[in-house]
């Protein structure tokens, strides 16, 4: 093999010796030939015939062709034709004795199309006549794809940036900026190239000047990610409070090159953070005039604690919009970018509802209690969790896909959810696993729940979990096992309010080293009036959709009332009872159910009776009637079109009993 080999490169050598003029008997051709074999760019030389008389071994392999079959043939011949026709101006003017430098895509025959860097040496004899060129070639098709890439990126990245809804710039080391976006160049009022320049000094305000300063140099001297937080004079004259956040960037061989920032406006939460702060100074001052010194001592200590507590909460939720708009600074499509500047905005609206929530606490605030899904309410606040966990907490949910209404405000159960998702945070700092999950619960013997229909909505961690005597105190006002500073300890106290007002309850069941879990339990609403639920439609029509109905059962026997309406929930449907025909009558006029299941022997007013009020009321009620005794005719005198199941009967007889009454009002 390797004779064979120096048998080739011999043959090679004599074919390109004999294409080249006699350049005399002393000079070795071989060694140039080896030199120009070795050098990693495409040689050639060309004569005035066009035609290849010298070929090193990186031109032969880019053509894919032995170099004594290129020897003697032209430039068109290994060109093709389209290529060599936009190649002629160059080479005429190679040969008038003008070198050419040229880039230029080029069609290859295996590879596709490709991109060369060419330069045409034009050389002449000892007359100056030009008697061929010299071609130097070289492959620059990665160089051509990472530099279309790399402009691809920056012009993606800029109109993300000036999608933004946040200033954002990218600094030099000497404080002058590469780039700014359109909302920072609107904050200025200055020309984009003006903004660039802009020494910011110039714009703090002077109480914060010098503290800015100082954390501006030492947050570059960390060579960390680090927070300001300032007035700045925007371009009509009004002092504007900015949150930035500003991390190093490095070039390619390590060194510090500069800075990447972005800054959001925070002016209506620190004015209304300063006014609470102001709030909590005045009822400290007039608690310490208090004649009873251990009443005023608590109190103290309780409003030391939340206006210690205040930041803690209000940073949780200004967290979401960083890291919002963390995540738009690494996503390339303004799709995603969309959905991200949204989450963060909600955030900010959630941190100032909170706020309101702290400051209406000791009044006792009322609520919007209102027909609630509780599912889909989970569903939206997803986006929001996902950020306030952050990536090393795993999320899980499992809700209840069929849906009834419950009993309770809308916007305190977001807070009392987002509350107990920072808790659980909290209590996992080496990350872990966030379960949220929904069920329905048939409450019956309860010291504070009244018996009936609930929806359970639990948020389980896999955290630290609390020891017995904490878990005795979670509830009360104020307690908190976190240090001072991180917490206010009305987290908990305030889930519990929300839930009790609302006419539910609150369980926590924790283990130390295992976790803790709340359940909150809210009783289900009897009608869903117009509440729109997910996509604007009413519960009634989602229900609809989903193939459930609303059924009232009316029976006098505990036992067989609640199998009924057991087995009608097992089926998805919702269920509202009633005890009596009196009963019944009162809810059939409230929840306008789909059907009606009544028990024919009843006392009081009986079965018949019942009936003969609703289709007075309502001509075309479907009703289906349960009994014991064969009264068949007695109930085809009141409601003749009504169906009949005769006792006792199984849950699917049951199901295809109900199935058969609403099919009769739809056929």
Known sequence: MKRRRQKSDALETAAVANMLPNLGASFDFSQILAVADALPIMIGFVDRTEHYRFINRALADWFERPRREMLGRTMREMLGDKTYESRRPLIEAAFAGERQWFAADFNHPTRGL?????????????????????????????????????????????RIADSAPVMMWVTRLDRTRDFV????????????????????RERIH??????????????????????????????????????????????????????????????????????????VAERTAELSHAQDQLRQSQKMEALGQL???????????????????????????????????????????????????????????RLEVKPTYVAPLIEEMRPLLRNVLGPGIEK???????????????????????????????????????????????????????????????????????????????????????????????????????????????RIESEPGVGTTVRLYFRRADRDGEVPASGGKTGHELRRSRGTATVLVIDDDDDVRQFIAASLEEYGHDVIE????????????????????????????????????????KPDQPILFVSGYNETDAIRKVAPDANILAKPF??????????????????
């Open 114 to 158: 490709l991109a060369v860097q060419a330069d045409y040496v034009p050389q002449t004899n000892a007359d100056g006549e030009v008697i061929g060129m010299i071609l130097l070639i070289q492959d620059i098709t990665e160089q051509r794809m990472a530099e279309r890439a790399l402009k691809e990126s920056e012009a993606r990245f800029r």
């Open 307 to 365: 206006t210690g507590g205040i930041a803690h909460d209000f940073n949780n939720l200004l967290t979401v919009v960083v890291g919002g708009l963390d995540l738009i600074a690494k996503e390339v499509t303004d799709e995603r970018l969309l959905r991200y500047a949204n989450n963060a905005l909600a955030a900010a609206e959630r941190g100032a509802r909170l706020t309101g929530q702290l400051l209406a606490f000791s009044r006792v605030q």
């Open 396 to 506: 899980e949910f499992d809700l209840d896909p069929r849906l009834m209404p419950v009993l309770a405000d809308p916007t305190q159960l977001e807070v009392a959810v987002l509350n107990l998702a920072i808790n659980a945070r909290d209590a996992m700092p080496e990350g872990g696993t966030l379960t949220i999950s929904s069920q329905r619960r048939r409450i019956g013997d309860d010291p504070e729940l009244e018996p009936g229909t609930y929806i359970e909505l639990s948020i389980a961690d896999t955290g630290a979990g609390m020891a017995p005597e904490v878990l005795a105190r979670a509830f009360e006002p104020f307690f908190t096992t976190k240090e001072v500073g991180k917490g206010t300890g009305l987290g908990l106290s305030m889930v519990y309010g929300m839930a009790r007002q609302s006419g539910g309850g609150v």
């Open 206 to 279: 002077p109480y914060d000047q010098e503290r800015i300063i100082a954390e501006s140099v030492a947050g570059e001297a960390s060579l960390k990610r680090f927070t300001l937080e300032a007035r700045y004079l925007r371009h009509d004259g009004e002092w504007r409070w900015l949150r930035s956040v500003s991390q190093p960037r490095f070039g390619a061989d390590g060194a510090l090159s500069g800075f990447i920032g972005a800054g959001s406006d925070v002016t209506e939460a620190k004015e209304a953070e300063l006014e609470l702060q102001r709030q």
């Open 650 to 667: 199984r849950a699917a007889v049951l199901e295809d009993a109900v199935r058969a009454a609403l099919a009769r009002t739809t056929a």
């Open 578 to 617: 009633a005890a009596d025909g009196v009963e019944g009558i009162d809810r059939f006029g409230a929840c306008q159910p789909d059907l009606v299941v009544i028990d024919y022997v009843m006392p009081g007013l009986s079965g018949a009776e019942v009936a003969a009020h609703i289709v007075a009321t």
């Open 181 to 200: 976006n359109d909302v920072y160049v609107e904050f200025t009022g200055l020309s984009r190239e003006e903004a660039r320049l802009l020494d910011w």
